[in-house]
């Protein structure tokens, strides 16, 4: 996986309603999209015991730290469809958190592959 900081911010291209939809589809079978090792595991996306769709920072391969929170499939469908691997690279942030196991098309992609 190229995390590239230049790599990842000219890849601009809108994930879409139907990476969404099957992102969203794997989430609700219970799938965990992150890392799972020690300490900060970059961002990651999955459900609560709500039904809740939640993206945020990772800890210790369970932890999330103040997430966002989607209330329903709808409006973390339309959320993420908007969105790239431009837009999730965190290209203004710390060194540290700027492309360190972000979000990318192809870890989506890996994601809902069957």
């Not at 590239?4 to 992102?23: C, K, M, W």
Request: glycine share 6%; proline share 2%.
């Amino acid at each position: 996986m190229n995390n590239d900081p230049i790599f990842l911010a000219s890849d601009t291209a809108l994930f879409g309603s139907r990476i969404a939809e099957l992102v969203a589809d794997k989430l609700q079978k219970g799938f965990l999209l992150g890392y799972r090792h020690r300490d900060f595991c970059g961002m990651a996306m999955k459900m609560d015991e709500k039904n809740q769709f939640l993206y945020g920072e990772l800890y210790d391969g369970i932890d999330f730290s103040v997430p966002m929170v989607f209330k329903n499939r709808e409006l973390f469908v339309t959320w993420l469809s908007g969105q790239s691997t431009a837009s999730f690279a965190r290209l203004d942030d710390d060194d540290f958190y700027r492309a360190n196991q972000v979000i990318t098309r192809q870890r989506l992609l890996e994601f809902i592959k069957d």
